[in-house]
Structure formats: C-alpha cells, structure tokens
C-alpha cells in the first residue's frame, strides 16, 4: 500500500481508497488509459464502446443504440456522430488530467 497525495486538497491517503477521506475528491482508475480512450472514442465512437471503457454504461447503450439503428432516422446517426467527436476533442483537451475523464460520474 502506498500514500499518495490528493490533487485537490494535498492530503495523504491510500492509493487504494476510492475517494480522499478529507475532502471526497475522487481517484481515478489507473488500470484505464487515456490514449485508449481517445483511440476508442476515434474508431468506435458512434459505437459508444469509448463510454463502456469508461464505466458509464448507460451512455454507451445510448450511443450504441443510435449508432447502430439511428442511420435509420438520419438525425440519431448525425447526433451520434458530433457527440462522439465532442467526446474525442474532450478527451484531448483533458489529456494532462485524465480524472476528469476515467472517473465513473
């Protein structure tokens, strides 16, 4: 077990703890990379697989959902499109802070 510091508030705490114990800043998984992200949300965006990747799972069903049958409609199709790009220019911007990205919100 190591001691890391909160980027929040500078207080010590687990690595292993979900959250800062002082002020609830949440850590983010480390296992996940930023770069598959982008990769994923690059690829297989309309897909929404970028968003399972991450853990928000009901945005991904959305996305799928739309990526897959909304080329039926037109608009679902386009609205998926510009959301995964949205995703993708987040997601570079946030590149040196990737919590804001990787944490389950």
């Known amino acids: 077990m190591t001691m890391i510091y909160c980027r929040e508030c ?23 990379s930023i770069v598959v992200y982008l990769i994923l949300a690059w690829f297989l ?7 399972f990747y991450v853990g928000k ?3 991904g069903i959305v996305m799928a ?12 199709g386009i ?5 995964a790009l949205v ?5 570079i911007c946030n590149i ?5 990205i990787l944490n389950k919100k």
């Open 10 to 32: 500078g207080a010590r705490h687990s690595d292993k703890a979900k959250a800062c114990p002082k002020c609830g800043y949440r850590t983010f998984d480390a296992s996940k």
């Open 45 to 51: 965006g309309i897909f929404g697989i970028h968003k």
């Open 57 to 59: 799972t009901n945005q």
């Open 65 to 76: 959902i739309m990526g897959t049958i909304g080329w039926l409609l037109i608009i679902p």
């Open 79 to 83: 609205a998926v499109c510009v959301w």
């Open 87 to 91: 995703d993708f220019i987040v997601g």
């Open 96 to 100: 040196n802070t990737p919590e804001k």
